[in-house]
């Protein structure tokens, strides 16, 4: 059974700093592309950042390039985001998700498994 489980979201203030941890169980991190989705009230789900299966390769969307950045350790199979300067804009539920093998586009078409998620609220 394939558990995707996420932790570290939270209430912060602008410009601070948050950990998020997804722990994975299940299915490998070698075969899957991971990333991490968001979704703020009223709009839609989007890919925040993936880490590629084929060759590690990083993806970011372009409003949290040199904010955000992503990792796995691959013995704990768990992956990381590191939100740095954090913005008001980035509060939004975030949710771990694993891409169905053979893609790796970070868009939510390509997610076979999702997280339930944890909320990070960015206020002052």
């Given at each position: 059974?394939?558990?995707?489980?996420?932790?570290?979201?939270?209430?912060?203030?602008?410009?601070?700093?948050?950990?998020?941890?997804?722990?994975?169980?299940?299915?490998?991190?070698?075969?899957?592309?991971?990333?991490?989705?968001?979704?703020?009230?009223?709009?839609?789900?989007?890919?925040?950042?993936?880490?590629?299966?084929?060759?590690?390769?990083?993806?970011?969307?372009?409003?949290?390039?040199?904010r955000?950045?992503?990792?796995?350790?691959?013995?704990?199979?768990?992956?990381?985001?590191?939100?740095?300067?954090?913005?008001?804009?980035?509060?939004?539920?975030?949710?771990?998700?694993?891409?169905?093998i053979?893609?790796?586009?970070?868009?939510?078409?390509?997610?076979?498994?999702?997280?339930?998620?944890?909320?990070?609220?960015?206020?002052?």
């Amino acid at each position: 059974q394939v558990q995707l489980v996420e932790s570290g979201g939270g209430l912060v203030q602008p410009g601070g700093s948050l950990r998020l941890s997804c722990a994975v169980s299940g299915l490998s991190l070698a075969d899957h592309t991971i990333g991490w989705f968001r979704q703020a009230p009223g709009k839609e789900r989007e890919g925040v950042s993936c880490i590629s299966s084929y060759d590690g390769s990083l993806y970011y969307k372009d409003s949290v390039k040199g904010r955000f950045t992503i990792s796995r350790n691959d013995a704990l199979n768990t992956v990381y985001l590191q939100m740095n300067g954090l913005k008001p804009e980035d509060t939004a539920v975030y949710y771990c998700a694993a891409e169905r093998i053979g893609s790796s586009t970070c868009h939510i078409n390509g997610i076979v498994y999702w997280g339930e998620g944890t909320l990070v609220t960015v206020s002052s």
